[in-house]
């Protein structure tokens, strides 16, 4: 089985790693937190003390990391991928990031002889856990394929957006019109249960009608609707008030970028933001509901 | 077959009576331009010269009329309905207004003996011609259950959204909530496609994930995603911006009546005006997008 | 000296009543609540047990009520003032109310005889009870200048807007910019403060620049910066944000009348409006930084 | 006198050199378009071919750049003023550039002996030229001493704001607030005027009440309300659009990395990129009345 070098082992990187190890690949592990390294050694990985020794034997490194900052250090600074690892080595980033960077890093690697993919997720902790994640990738065809026996073993869907940042960018799209649906639903459940409508009964018409959204029918926000999602169980689990302020965050930063007008989005993130720093970052973000429809 | 009273025989009314008429039913029209009631007379209706004509002798009146102040008119002036009609007659108001005149209206029916449920529609006008309109209706069990086999020979689908004023609440809930999918769908798709991603690509992958929604999978706005929309049309045809503006303009009025708040439907409201006053009333409401994209 | 009949004492009505009394007039006093009447009685002026009874012999009638359905009850009902009063008095309603329904009451009265004004006031309770209110008047020149010496025994800046419901229009409109002014001030300073900046530096920097606004000048949000301001006393007396959000909602029902597009102002009444909700009602409107600067 | 090197001869550099040269300073200037040299030279200005050699003998060194791209390239640059400038130069970054930048190269700067100040101004193209600019400084209390005598060549008024990156902040802070105030004033203004009150009158009642502002008071976006302004002539010269979205392109990008809400910030960004985008960049930027206003 090929060498792996896995970078950032956190709580979609942990899962993820883990479900490589199970497949049967050769997985050397790194993390900032000795913690989650010792973890994965339980379950078979070999530890790596740097970044340097995670990557210098790889036939593939995955990264999956907090920001920009962590991304650009890891692939290019002193001690990084690009210096460490063996020229053709596949490089996939699972990190959600700017697709700025994300281009900076694959063009940077590409001249460096580097196979470059950015392959942020979707799913969750539940889904890295299940290895059921999707996958948004950027990249060129050829890459793309190679990665795919690796991916597989994370992830059940798999979106090949464009080239590099593309994967990014189609992941924030998604995120920020997920953001303006979750407010749009729950002011339209909140504004029919002001006039007595059984919420129940509106999100049934609306369901079957022409402002039917995945917000609306997999994830409703109004308690009470849904079993089995964060609305039913006071907003706890699910994609955290922080997470979304992260990815409107992204958004804002590509539009501004391009100045591509995003008016709904910016103040869907205006409002994360709000109900953010209200104090309820670690709720999910169907939460949002509740600062709407306050009486 | 009963006798049914119309009164509204526009874009709207005019094939919703044509379908009555067809059914079998003894049809009076009444319309304040004369020409709209000569079609009616040449199917096989009777033509009333007034309101007070038209439902005198009905068992059934259907109005489908352009806004609150009509409605009020037809129902509640001197020699309106309530004055004019039999009482038990069962009154059927298809007309997109306020709430509060919907139950107004509906309330005072009550009183004087007859049986009254607000019935918005949509569908469009394709929809009224092949009688397959969707009703959102408010009013009493008993009552909706009585006029199932009359709207039965206009549409397809039949939603009771609770008692009276009910149906226009869920019909403006969805309407505002498929203004802001639209908007935030143009958004994302724009700001994927200045990052130089295919808007069939990017498309695909919203839809078969968390972002997906009506407006992107049913109606997309963005040129040369889909056929048989109106942006395959130059936006011509569908549901214009003018009319969106309108249904906007009752979903502020209601909320800003029970203080709820729609900070999204609201900023869609004011896009919506601006793109209207900027000389498109009349294009499909998609073309919001031509706004968000000009470039 | 002239009979005033006088109806609504509450915080505003009361104090502004007593600079009457106090002036000279001879006043004949009523309110729903009895005990608002009394403290007139104290001093000095003739308790009335009815609309009817406060009004019928007086030669000039004011009004100070909560919102449209008073005033068109105390007008218009049975008992009302238009038949109640004598032709030819002056009527002046200092209630800040929608501009239909000043237009709609000032034109029943004049097709009746009487002499209209709508004068809705600024300055809040502390200018009610030093007599030094701001009153923004709607209305036909000769008739305000026949109001003039009896309003300036309760105020000291006169603005003549236009026509009837014109004073209520202008009202609003300086209304809801202010609320702009304020939310957009908070962000301004929030947003330097964030940067390490100094307040009062900021605030100073700003004043003498194009940023320059009454909320920052003479009314900044910012504890620390100002003496004397509500944020110099946790916001407590002032204009409290229950009615800001009321004439916020009065601007939005004009804006929608005429389809006059108001983003800004209309984000700034879903702020207040969440803010309101969120326990703040009765806190004084330029709280609204601590919505925007929660950190 | 004192030795200056000035990079940059744009619109606003140009003439400020030009006021330097004709106080009697020795200037060496340099820019990418010759023609802007050859002006200063026939001024009694020494040409310069490069950045470099227009600062290595200089004592002063006074930069006026488009934005971070140039200021980064000028200042750190293989031959850029921190490698070819004398140590203890005085460098003075009149730009208007993201305070990270400005902290980034002042910084750099310093730890190389320099003494840097950012100074971005406000007074436009005018301003430039009657050297009545306004200075916004961020730096060392004892630097901004140092520059004061020849800044007060330039400009009128001299704000210090804070430390390094403060100028900056400031300016974008009162940029923000401007926009916010401007289209709340138009808003307003519209209003009122789609009621039928003249806007003359309806600007000079609010310009006596809480809704006073700068630009209602100074820049009445309104045509007919004010002479010498933007608004009489077809909004010709002024601000231009363009710019107030690259500065609301850099206080959306500020208050993004600090999570600092800006909502009516933000969403004041969104229609100055869709008026910028509909065709009106190079109008001034009163001229968003006219997207408001268009009925």
Known sequence: MQQIGFVGLGNMGGPMALN????GYHLTAYDVMPEAVHKLVAAGATAAKTVADAVSAAEIVITMLPGDTQVKQVYMGD????NSGKKKTLLIDCSTISAQVAQDVAIAAATQGFDMIDAPVSGGTSGAASATLTFIIGGKNAVVERAKPVL???GKNF???GDHGAGQIAKICNNMLLAVL????SEALNLGVAYGLDPKVISNIISKSSGRNWA???YNPMPGV???VPSARQYS???GTGLMVKDLGLAEEAALAKKAPTPLGSLARQLYQLHDQAGNRSLDFSSIIQMIGKR
Chains 1, 2, 3, 4 share one sequence.
């Open 159 to 161: 979106f090949h957006a």
């Open 152 to 154: 597989e073993k994370m």
């Open 182 to 185: 979750m407010i749009g639903t």
């Open 226 to 228: 849904m079993d089995n």
């Open 237 to 239: 689990g699910g994609f």
């Open 79 to 82: 001690k990084g991928v690009l």
């Open 216 to 218: 609306l029918e997999m």
């Open 20 to 23: 490589l190890v199970k497949a």
